[in-house]
């Protein structure tokens, strides 16, 4: 991550937008099973706060589906607050 994030639902999802980069790409399908592996098995960061991640979103980008890995409270903080 080179940029710090925007506080703001609505920005994080422009700059993820913006640069989708930031994210590691995802599988097209059998995503079930992959979101299972990388919550379960794998250990990332939460893209927005840096502690470990609990919750894998797909954010669909221009460049195909990628992963946005977040911990518990960034999850409950992007399903409250998407416009
Ligand atoms: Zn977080």
């Known amino acids: 991550m080179t940029a710090t994030p925007p506080p703001d639902?609505?920005?994080f999802l422009r700059l993820l937008a913006a640069e989708p980069t930031l994210?590691?790409?995802?599988?097209?399908?059998?995503?079930?099973d992959a979101t299972r592996r990388r919550t379960q098995d794998e250990i990332h960061s939460c893209l927005r706060c840096g502690r470990r991640a609990q919750e894998a979103f797909i954010?669909?980008?221009?460049?195909?589906?990628r992963w946005l890995d977040l911990c518990a409270a960034c999850g409950h903080w992007l399903r409250t607050s998407a416009p």
Do not use: N
């Open 9 to 11: 639902v609505e920005g």
């Open 59 to 65: 954010a669909g980008t221009r460049l195909g589906p």
């Open 23 to 32: 994210l590691p790409p995802a599988p097209a399908d059998g995503i079930g």
